[in-house]
């Protein structure tokens, strides 16, 4: 399956493809003329994938590679030096690429230093995990984080190519496999009654794998869809955020240690549909039926945490704009607007 995110001079393909790694030289020397490639990863997905990719590259090209630990702990602001000095020491010019193979925080943090690495090289994203390859990999976001909260230094740039290889799911922790279904189902939520109909229809993961790719592909293209009218997530691409704006709290409040993007999403994608239903900003019954998916695929819908106590991070949040916060809620299932608002509309809520 291929697809093209249309942005003009900033455009780019994207392939999903089962053993797309198997091709990656072929397709990455349709975009890449240089000389010199710099893989960044990290050190659980570079020991399962990294020797098969720098083979197969190096059939045309001389490949570097730097490692770091697994983890959002590892995508820190002062991590950076680190990279840069790799990036250095391989002698990587401006007409050389930079390769990002691993989940978010990989996809995320190499991107960032690809934009910013001798004022911008290119950027290939290799997405390892199910939440990246629905979400982070596409749409040209990229960040690192700060004690004060997440992905609050970053940069709008996007990648020459994608490839998404279904396959590597298969390696992955049944905790991850959770973890991208948060922003699967969020997909459904925000724009596809009938992606979130389908994903309710399989028993667990393991049915839904049979038909991964095509899933893939419509989340994929929904946030293509998205990010073609909203590069700068001003307007539409706000409702990408759908459930966000309670997990980024959440996920500071415990360090990033106790849930996962995606788990910390599922909290917030119920928790915000709840309190909106109980306004009537939201269709009855909505709440009800994201707390049931969440649970089908293993998903918490609730931590407990007193609203207050996450309040001083959502104040940091990149969505909270001369104190006015937009909240991503739902109409019904399938249909999303943004709601302006303050701080206080969260408070609303005792506990999360």
């Known amino acids: 399956m291929e697809m093209i995110v249309n942005?003009?001079?900033?455009?780019?393909?994207?392939?999903?493809?089962?053993?797309?790694?198997?091709?990656?030289?072929?397709?990455?020397?349709?975009?890449?003329?240089?000389?010199?490639?710099?893989?960044?990863?990290?050190?659980?997905?570079?020991?399962?994938?990294?020797n098969v990719l720098t083979s197969n590259l190096e059939k045309d090209f001389e490949v570097g590679h730097v490692v770091v630990p697994h983890g959002e702990k590892s995508k820190r602001f002062?991590?950076?030096?680190?990279?840069?000095?790799?990036?250095?020491?391989?002698?990587?010019?401006?007409?050389?690429?930079?390769?990002?193979?691993?989940?978010?925080?990989?996809?995320?943090?190499?991107?960032?230093?690809?934009s910013s690495y001798l004022r911008g090289v290119k950027l290939v994203q290799i997405p390892t995990s199910l939440l990246a390859q629905v979400d982070s990999s596409v749409g040209g976001k990229v960040a690192v984080d700060l004690p004060e909260g997440k992905?609050?230094?970053?940069?709008?740039?996007?990648?020459?190519?994608?490839?998404?290889?279904?396959?590597?799911?298969?390696?992955?922790?049944?905790?991850?496999?959770?973890?991208?279904?948060?922003?699967?189902?969020?997909?459904?939520?925000?724009?596809?009654?009938?992606?979130?109909?389908?994903?309710?229809?399989?028993?667990?993961?393991?049915?839904?794998?049979?038909?991964?790719?095509?899933?893939i592909y419509n989340c994929v293209n929904i946030k293509r869809e998205v990010v073609e009218k909203d590069q700068f997530d001003f307007g539409d691409r706000l409702l990408l955020n759908f459930g966000h704006t309670y997990a980024h709290?959440?996920?500071?409040?415990?360090?990033?240690?106790?849930?996962?993007?995606?788990?910390?999403?599922?909290?917030g994608m119920y928790q915000i549909t709840k309190l909106a239903e109980s306004l009537d900003l939201t269709k009855a019954g909505s709440a009800m039926q994201i707390k049931e998916i969440l649970h089908k695929f293993n998903l918490p819908f609730e931590c407990k945490i007193e609203t207050k106590n996450l309040i001083q991070a959502i104040a940091l949040d990149k969505k909270n704009i001369n104190n006015s916060l937009s909240v991503v809620l739902l109409k019904e299932i399938g249909k999303s607007y943004v709601y302006q608002t303050n701080q206080e509309f969260l408070l609303k809520k005792e506990r999360v």
């Not at 003329?33 to 990294?50: A, E, H, N, Q, T």
């Not at 996007?158 to 973890?179: E, G």
């Not at 279904?181 to 993961?205: A, R």
């Open 78 to 114: 002062d991590m950076l030096p680190t990279l840069y000095k790799a990036c250095l020491d391989f002698k990587l010019t401006r007409t050389d690429l930079i390769i990002a193979l691993g989940g978010g925080v990989i996809g995320d943090m190499a991107g960032f230093v690809a």
């Open 249 to 267: 709290a959440i996920e500071q409040y415990y360090h990033y240690e106790k849930y996962s993007h995606g788990e910390a999403v599922g909290i």
């Open 7 to 50: 942005l003009r001079e900033h455009s780019y393909p994207i392939y999903i493809e089962k053993n797309i790694l198997n091709q990656s030289n072929d397709k990455i020397k349709e975009i890449f003329k240089g000389k010199k490639i710099m893989i960044i990863s990290d050190d659980r997905v570079y020991p399962l994938y990294g």
């Open 151 to 215: 992905n609050l230094v970053g940069a709008f740039y996007h990648p020459s190519m994608v490839l998404i290889d279904p396959c590597t799911l298969k390696t992955l922790d049944s905790h991850f496999i959770s973890d991208g279904m948060g922003e699967v189902i969020k997909y459904g939520c925000i724009k596809d009654k009938k992606l979130f109909d389908q994903l309710n229809s399989y028993q667990n993961f393991e049915e839904l794998y049979e038909f991964i790719d095509e899933i």
